[in-house]
């Protein structure tokens, strides 16, 4: 026994020039979608580089521990307080001290600690996906259901 099909091929391929229609659709926008990308990122002006700051530390020395010696008993002797002189800072001269290097980069770091709002992107790329598994099920089922897959 053979089945007849009718000369248009019957229901199973309507559904599968449905599927391969928006399959493509799909796909040319995909690449529309990929191709605005790289066209708004080179539009786009870049911010000038900025030079990495370096640190440098000064390389550690050993200590000389100081040695007890024996000395007399300390007497009691009044002194009148004097005012301490203020501390400057002036510049050091000669070569700066060699040693390790650290790079400090800018920028790093989230500010309060909480990432800041991006909007829906990540959410409605989740919910679509979703959406489009949920047909593709669907359609699969109907397909069986039927007997045309």
């Not at 100081?66 to 008993?73: G, N, R, Y």
């Not at 800041?116 to 979703?130: F, H, N, S």
């Amino acid at each position: 026994m053979s089945e007849i099909t009718p000369a248009s091929g019957g229901p199973s391929r309507q559904l599968f020039v449905i599927l391969a229609i928006g399959l493509g659709g799909l796909l040319l926008l995909g690449v529309l979608g990929l191709g605005g990308w790289f066209v708004l990122n080179s539009l786009t002006a870049r911010p000038p580089a900025t030079p990495t700051l370096i640190a440098r530390t000064a390389t550690p020395r050993p200590v000389v521990l100081a040695q007890a010696t024996a000395t007399e008993a300390p007497t009691n002797t009044p002194v009148l307080p004097t005012a301490a002189p203020l501390p400057t800072n002036t510049p050091s001269s000669g070569t700066p001290a060699t040693g390790a290097t650290v790079t400090l980069t800018p920028g790093t770091g989230t500010p309060g600690g909480n990432l800041p709002d991006t909007g829906l992107g990540e959410d409605l790329l989740l919910v679509a996906g979703g959406v489009v598994l949920v047909l593709i099920i669907f359609a699969a089922r109907k397909a069986r259901a039927t007997g045309s897959a």
